[in-house]
């Protein structure tokens, strides 16, 4: 898809938005649940986002347009399905957070997240939910997972 100068939009798929949550992340926060996950992990609760095309679609700008107005505390958590699938437009949507505090919900380890991601974000809780390992916490749902504070 093109914008009106003739460049290139890229589109991001997102599986749905919270707005006020207190469960994904400290502080009062928007979530963004974006589509796609090949990763699978078994008792998943947000199966339905594994597929990357069952969202809505939005240029970045779009959806930074969509939230902004819903977000005055700039707090925003990334989760999905998995975020990490869409990274290239994930990165281009936080270049847009100026003076956000972002987070990042994967079940990748920190290791494979991009730099240029991992820089701008407040924490981020790594690590596949595995279900023998479900456990009542904060902000995840197996003890494997980590919530590492980044800044």
């Given amino acids: 898809m093109l914008n009106k100068k003739g460049e290139k939009m890229d589109s991001i798929y997102v599986a749905g938005i919270v707005y006020g949550s207190m469960l994904d992340g400290p502080g009062l926060r928007t979530v963004i649940f974006l589509c ?10 947000n199966k339905e986002y594994w597929n990357k095309f069952n969202g809505k679609k939005y240029s970045v700008k779009e959806l930074y347009n969509e939230i902004l107005p819903f977000t005055p505390q700039k707090k925003i ?29 994967t079940s990748y380890e920190i290791d494979y997240i991009d730099k240029d991601i991992l820089s701008k974000l407040s924490f981020v809780k790594t690590g596949k939910f595995m279900k023998n390992l479900a456990i009542k916490n904060e902000y995840y749902g197996s003890s494997n997972q980590k919530l590492i504070y980044l800044q």
Wanted: net charge negative; proline share 5%.
């Fill in 36 to 45: 796609g996950c090949s990763v699978g992990c078994p008792g998943c609760h």
């Fill in 77 to 105: 958590t990334f989760s999905g399905g998995e975020p990490l699938e869409q990274k290239k437009e994930l990165k281009k949507f936080i270049n847009l957070c100026v003076d956000f505090d972002l987070g990042l919900y």
